[in-house]
């Protein structure tokens, strides 16, 4: 809330608030004090009627004692007593007299003279005169005492006969001649009660009642019916008889509360009165009413110089905070960014300090601004122009990217290999047309021109496409690429068909070597399905092949041998038997040509499959010796196996193809040695066997000893020198091939020129997991 | 005597073949395709049938089957004679029900016949007739 409402409302309740409690105060204080003045008004009103009472009454004892020293009533009387004087002209007289004398000391409702006896010689009342005074007559003790000297009065009380209240005063008479005095009569007068109550009702306002010694009401101000009636019994009678005054506020008889003041009949001298009491009673309200209305007044003329006042220093404080408004204003000025406000100072207090320190920071905050700005021109200049100097670097190297992105993809797509570039979310990043082509195959159609070089499009499709194919070709290529990344080496799959296509799929992670982090993989795909169409028809080329070319052979052949064997007599002639012989020689050797070939095709082709079991060398070597037994018998030649000292431990090895050596080594052994013979001996050492075919043939030349298992060599390394004799020259060249295979060696272990060679084959000792193996194969 | 069923279709062979056979105190019969084999096998009942592979229409392999499958032809052992030197197709007849698997031209003619006695020998096949 704004300052000035603040303030007006401060002013406002503060107003009220003041007001408000003058008012209270001025009441209380003026209450208190009107209740000790009123009371004591009260009091000393009371008082004074009391003391009229007093008088009054005092004045009435004595004026009966006057009137009964009057010489006229004396000498009615005396003249009554001694019957001198006719009571007729007494009469008269004394008539006159009490009259003049009522009237001086009067009112009296009544006056009457007796004499010693009480009869009553004289009334005011005529009807009175002379009847004798009852003893029993409210008046005769009073009348008694005054014929016994005693001046005396009565209390009040309502007289039978006027129904009148009255007090009985009485005197005695007596004689003035007499020189003893004698009594010689009583003058009793009635109080006239107008008297009493005139001095009740001279005072307006509060009543006034009073009361006898008994509290009986005797007089009031207001109501005359009540007279001798109440008694009162709330009269603090005790105490004001002691005091002779009481001012309190209390309860009346009904309860309400009422301001008094009582006061008790003092007397005069010998007149000391009856102990009546006086009560002044007023109504709080009518006795305070002048208290509420000095409260009024009061807070009546107080109001307005209090809010006159507040609204002065309101204006005053408002004026004051002024200042802070304008620099409130300056303030948010300065935030919005104008240095220039600057707030307005009005004096030295705080406030104006205030100001002028706000004033103060302003002029340095523009300062500041200032240099701020300044500063920040120049660095924006700087960085404008770095910012040219990046980017024209940016520019080069984009450039260069594009050119080295062209190059590259110029590079990959001149390779005929697929070629596919994943990065770290195996999204396609590169790839090249030979990659399309076999992806896609139909783009082989398409025409160059027609070819996207544009990636997009045709990248979805090779992620979900190729996964999709290669997943059915139980390759998960994902996964693959996976396997590559983590292994953080090259995955290989081979033979993966796809579509109408064989392909072989080279994976490679590629890792970033400074993060050594893998950041995608490059994957190579090789059609491979010619090499696979070419491998079958070269299969089926040489199963053919060899088929067809055995076939006359095994022809050639056996028809030989058949001659040779059941047409004996029709070959006698020994030329036709030599013809016969060649023709089967020839046939054989051409057989073995055609095994040769074949088996160096394969071998070549890595085609050849290798079967290794557990093998007794021993027992194949007699088998092999067994075979040539007829060849080497015809050129009288031994053949022996040289059983060993220890049991030969069995070899692993190919059975068949071990024995295709064994009849290698054995047949060339015959071949080339004329004398002698062949002999297979045995050695072992940690973990081979060897086998030793010893010829006591012609021996190998030096020259020809490092030729030895290469294909077709011979020392002569021209062609038309070559010596057929020795046949292909593959036999030993597919034996090393097939030991290399095999895990063992054939070597030449020594030659001469005349005395023969030999040759030593190793082969690895069966293991026995190997031998447990061999018991389960199947004999082919 | 014993029954020789020879299942070939090349003349060469087949003639060379019953030669040998012939001389050697054999009764041979000649079929010239796997079909024909097999229907002269149910009729010829043979003591041992000699099967060559690469034929046309039905090869060795498939006439192999045929035999092997019905209940009359089914016992008569069969050697596959081939020039094929082809280890899966040899491991593969074995598996169908040949006894033997020979290479034709790494053997003489004698030696197949000892081969074929043996193998009665071994087996206790006495001739048919």
Known sequence: MKLAKKLLLLVILSSLVGILLIGIISFILTRSALKKSIGNQQLQLAQQMMDKIDRLLYERYNDVQTMAGDETIENFLSAAENRTIPIENTQSTIAKRINDLSIVTGPWDDIDVLDMNGVILYSLDQTLIGKKLDRNAQDFSIYDHARNGATTYSDAFVDSDSQKPTVLFATPIRDSNDPTRKIIGAVVSHLSWPLITEVLESVNGPDIDLYNRDSQEIANNYDSSAFFKEINTHLNKAQVLKEGKLSSVSQDEEGKQIVSAEVSEQGFLEYKGSGWILLMKQSPATAFAPAANTALLSAGILAPIIILINSILFFILLRLLHPIGELTSATKHIAGGDFSQRAPVHSQDEIGQLASAFNYMADKLNELYSNLEQKVKEKTAELEKEKAGVEQKVIERTHELSYEQARLQASINSLSIGYLMTGIDNQVILINNAAKDILTLSTKTAKPADRANDVSEIRDKIDMQFVNTVLRDKVDLLAQIEEAKKRRAIVILKDIAYKMLFLNLYISPIVNKTTEQVIGSVILIEDITEQKIIERSRDEFFSIASHELRTPLTAIRGNASIIQDFYKEEIKNPEVQEIVNDIHKSSVRLIQIVNDFLDVSRLEQGKLEFNNSACDLLAMSEDVVKEYDVTGSRKKLYLRVTKPEHPLPLAYVDKDRMRQILVNLVGNGIKFTNEGGVDISFGQSENHVDVFITDTGMGIPQENQNLLFRKFQQAESNILTRDATRGTGLGLYISKVFMDNMGGSIVLEKSEIGKGSTFKVSVPIVTPSQVAESTQETHV | ?129
């Open chain 2, 1 to 129: 005597m014993y029954k020789i069923l020879l299942i070939e279709d090349d003349p060469l062979m087949y003639r060379m073949y019953q030669r040998v056979f012939s001389l050697s105190g054999y009764t041979i019969e000649i079929a010239e395709d796997g079909a024909a084999g097999y229907e002269k096998a149910k009729t010829y009942r043979p003591d041992l049938i000699l099967l060559d592979v690469m034929m046309p229409k039905m090869n060795g392999l498939q006439t192999l089957e045929k035999l092997k499958a019905d209940e009359v032809t089914k016992d008569f052992p069969v050697f596959i004679l081939s020039n094929l030197a082809n280890k899966p197709d040899a491991i593969s007849a074995l598996q169908k029900g040949a006894k033997k698997y020979l290479i034709k031209s790494e053997y003489e003619p004698k030696e197949i016949l000892s081969i074929i006695k043996e193998f009665f020998d071994e087996n206790h096949i006495s001739p048919s007739t």
